[in-house]
Nanobody
Framework: VQLQASGGGLVQPGGSLRLSCAAS????????MGWFRQDPGKEREFVAA????????RYKDSVKGRFTISKDTAKNTVYLQMNSLKPEDTAVYYC???????????????????WGQGTQVTVSS
């Protein structure tokens, strides 16, 4: 599965952005898709994940209540709605996926096989 991420940009603190991750083919029912982010000089970190079947979600603690991950099965696309953005959310955001990923390992980037290119999110006044 090839993944295409888009939607990044420059936004002021408190603003919103919606990232999209389009899959080249319809993911299998046991596919898990996640969002990760990486700031220069820091390790890549987990942000959110969703199961393609059922839609169970998980979030990094610091984004709970501000970010929402969702999917549109008709478009083979996963979204990351980011509200109340903070300067510390600035990073390159990557989407990733894998068929058969055990959901307990959703936060482990090494478990993901398919990766999209990054999209830059900059939160600054």
């Amino acid at each position: 599965v090839q993944l295409q991420a888009s939607g990044g940009g420059l936004v002021q603190p408190g603003g919103s952005l919606r990232l999209s991750c389009a899959a080249s083919v319809r993911p299998s029912s046991n596919y898990v898709m996640g969002w990760f982010r990486q700031d220069p000089g820091k390790e890549r970190e987990f942000v959110a994940a969703i199961r393609w079947s059922g839609g169970t979600t998980r979030y990094k603690d610091s984004v709970k209540g501000r970010f929402t991950i969702s999917k549109d099965t008709a478009k083979n696309t996963v979204y990351l709605q980011m509200n109340s953005l903070k300067p510390e959310d600035t990073a390159v955001y990557y989407c990733a996926g894998r068929s058969g990923l055990i959901f307990g390992y959703f936060a482990n980037e090494n478990e993901y096989v398919d990766w999209g290119q990054g999209t830059q999110v900059t939160v600054s006044s």
